[in-house]
């Protein structure tokens, strides 16, 4: 999972919130996806990639590993993260931004239920699962088995860029369509989507995540 600055971070609601709630929205989606990775019986690892200290010490907190990001670019801290859990064994890997707000069990079991059918169809072939924003233009959850069957296209068109990819690899394709996967938070009117009381609540896990920090 990237995160790579909660200053630099949502610049684009800087119209519809302050600075001080739009770190508190980033702490708070980061805290809330890192807690439901954590309960998720399929995930063995999860690797937090970030140049900010802030972030890496909440993702410790929970029980994630902490990965500084040391190069420029979205692309190469995806790398890092994913080179990271190969180094400690893993198959596979899903990547995830961390800024879904509302991504819940149900749209992680309908990715992994996807990605075992496809290993199941693909007789040993390689596997890349892309779940596309809701404008399906971004990629908001890749799954890769081998870690490394692609690399990550992160950025403009990466849905269309991560299917090139897969062909290109020969690898099984699967594409899921989820609300809770589809929904990222980036702009003034997708915050006006959320409600009220999903905002509050990540806020409050925001405040909670800098009040620890502080004690």
Do not use: Y
Request: charged share 20%; with cysteine; glycine share 8%.
């Amino acid at each position: 999972m990237p995160l790579r600055s909660l200053a630099t971070g949502k610049q684009r609601l800087g119209g519809a919130i302050d600075a001080e709630e739009r770190e508190g929205l980033l702490l708070g989606m980061l805290r809330r996806t890192l807690s439901l990775l954590t309960a998720w019986p399929a995930c063995a690892a999860i690797h937090v990639v970030s140049g900010d200290r802030r972030v890496l010490e909440v993702a410790a907190s929970l029980g994630a590993l902490a990965v500084a990001e040391s190069t420029e670019g979205l692309n190469p801290a995806v790398a890092a993260g994913r080179d990271a859990a190969r180094a400690a064994g893993a198959a596979a890997v899903l990547i995830l931004p961390a800024d879904l707000p509302l991504l819940d069990e149900t749209s992680l079991g309908r990715l992994l239920d996807a990605a075992d059918a496809a290993l199941a169809a693909g007789a040993g072939r390689p596997l890349v699962v892309v779940a596309p924003s809701d404008a399906r233009n971004g990629t908001n959850g890749l799954l890769l088995s081998p870690a490394d069957v692609i690399e990550p296209c992160f950025g403009p068109q990466s849905f269309e860029a991560h299917v090139r990819e897969a062909k290109a690899a020969d690898a099984t394709l699967l594409v899921v369509t989820d609300a809770g996967l589809g929904f990222d938070l980036d702009t003034p009117e997708e915050l006006e989507r959320l409600p009220a009381d999903v905002i509050e609540s990540l806020l409050e896990l925001g405040r909670r995540a800098t009040v620890a920090r502080s004690a």
